[in-house]
């Protein structure tokens, strides 16, 4: 095990590991992401030096951090960027009174950077265009059974059941009736595919500005503007690469900043003009907020392939 204690400087604000790291979490079962009942959490990553497990936990101003497996001297040089020391929240000047009122209320909420592409890039490809619960599932199911057990104390030490993703070449060998029986259609499954060939390369988009590390992550066939956002948004932790493309996303930005539950994407692009720099952090307080409009749609329907 290594060790780490970081103190955020001067002006960073209240650490909220819950609202930095949350959007890390792919539904209340992930594999690779567990809150602890003592306020901690823990996160599996599969580094550049290998497998490893990072437990952090708030204490006072500080975090205290505990990582284990090849990835921990990694994984604890990347910690304050994790917690959000590369964000500037001072940026973001708001122009409504909800954004004003949501921001003031959460002020320990920074743009987390994982520094990682493909580890937000598959639960990405894997939410296209399904329900999050079925996304979700199949998330769970393939990590479990593909991925090595998370290294670290194991439960009979308090630590979680936990596991990191696979690897790049694992990935490219899981046979088509897994993709199957995750329920994971061919679409998805060959998108996937594609992109663990060319890992090497999309990885390196971590050292690009977000416009060209999306550029490069839609140059792989099946990931469009709004895969590539949901990843640069976490592994850059890009604080103006807002979502389009999303079923819901419009009508809530639409409704909170305008009264438009009827908004599409280019009305939400105009609605978010006056934070360009800052569209996704005011998109996430709207989110946050909780001011969405009354359903009058009904969900979208579930579709379990792996029964067909």
Same mark, same amino acid.
Do not use: N
């Given at each position: %095990?290594?060790?780490?204690?970081?103190?955020?400087?001067?002006?960073?604000?209240?650490?909220?590991?819950?609202?930095?790291?949350?959007?890390?979490?792919? $539904?209340?079962?992930?594999?690779?992401?567990?809150?602890?009942?003592?306020?901690?959490?823990?996160?599996?990553?599969?580094?550049?030096?290998?497998? $490893?497990?990072?437990?952090?936990?708030?204490?006072?101003?500080?975090?205290?951090?505990?990582?284990?497996?090849?990835?921990?001297?990694?994984?604890?040089?990347?910690?304050?960027?994790?917690? $959000?020391?590369?964000?500037?929240?001072?940026?973001?000047?708001?122009?409504?009174?909800?954004?004003?009122?949501?921001?003031?209320?959460?002020?320990?909420?920074?743009?987390?950077?994982?520094?990682?592409?493909?580890?937000?890039?598959?639960? &990405?490809?894997?939410?296209?265009?399904?329900?999050?619960?079925?996304?979700?599932?199949?998330?769970?199911?393939?990590?479990?059974?593909?991925?090595?057990?998370?290294?670290?104390?194991?439960?009979?030490?308090?630590?979680?059941?936990?596991?990191?993703?696979?690897?790049?070449?694992?990935?490219?060998?899981?046979?088509?009736?897994?993709?199957?029986?995750?329920?994971?259609?061919?679409?998805?499954?060959?998108?996937?595919?594609?992109?663990?060939?060319?890992?090497?390369?999309?990885?390196?988009?971590?050292? %690009?500005?977000?416009?060209?590390?999306?550029?490069?992550?839609?140059?792989?066939?099946?990931?469009?503007?709004?895969? &590539?956002?949901?990843?640069?948004?976490?592994?850059?932790?890009?604080?103006?690469?807002?979502?389009?493309?999303?079923?819901?996303?419009?009508?809530?930005?639409?409704?909170?900043?305008?009264?438009?539950?009827?908004?599409?994407?280019?009305? %939400?692009?105009?609605?978010?003009?006056?934070?360009?720099?800052?569209?996704?952090?005011?998109?996430?307080?709207?989110?946050?907020?909780?001011?969405?409009?009354?359903?009058?749609?009904?969900?979208?329907?579930?579709?379990?392939? &792996?029964?067909?």
């Amino acid at each position: %095990m290594r060790q780490r204690s970081w103190t955020p400087p001067e002006g960073h604000g209240p650490l909220d590991l819950g609202l930095v790291l949350g959007p890390l979490r792919r $539904g209340p079962a992930d594999p690779c992401f567990r809150a602890g009942r003592d306020g901690s959490v823990w996160r599996t990553c599969l580094t550049p030096l290998g497998p $490893g497990t990072l437990r952090v936990r708030a204490s006072g101003p500080a975090a205290e951090a505990q990582a284990w497996g090849p990835g921990a001297a990694w994984l604890l040089d990347e910690l304050p960027a994790l917690l $959000g020391a590369e964000d500037d929240p001072a940026a973001f000047v708001p122009r409504h009174r909800l954004l004003a009122h949501c921001a003031h209320r959460r002020p320990g909420l920074r743009l987390t950077r994982t520094g990682r592409v493909l580890e937000s890039l598959i639960p &990405s490809v894997l939410e296209q265009k399904v329900t999050t619960d079925e996304a979700y599932r199949a998330w769970r199911l393939l990590v479990r059974r593909y991925g090595v057990p998370a290294p670290g104390p194991g439960p009979e030490a308090g630590m979680p059941d936990l596991y990191v993703m696979p690897e790049p070449r694992t990935w490219a060998l899981i046979p088509s009736w897994e993709w199957h029986r995750a329920g994971v259609d061919d679409k998805r499954a060959a998108t996937i595919l594609r992109a663990v060939r060319v890992a090497r390369r999309l990885e390196e988009a971590v050292t %690009m500005p977000p416009p060209q590390a999306r550029a490069r992550l839609e140059l792989v066939p099946g990931i469009g503007p709004w895969t &590539s956002a949901e990843v640069i948004q976490r592994s850059h932790g890009a604080p103006d690469e807002v979502t389009v493309g999303d079923l819901h996303l419009p009508h809530i930005v639409g409704y909170a900043l305008a009264g438009d539950r009827d908004a599409d994407d280019a009305a %939400m692009l105009r609605l978010l003009e006056p934070y360009a720099g800052q569209r996704h952090r005011a998109a996430r307080l709207i989110l946050l907020s909780g001011h969405a409009p009354p359903r009058r749609r009904p969900k979208m329907r579930r579709t379990d392939i &792996s029964k067909w």
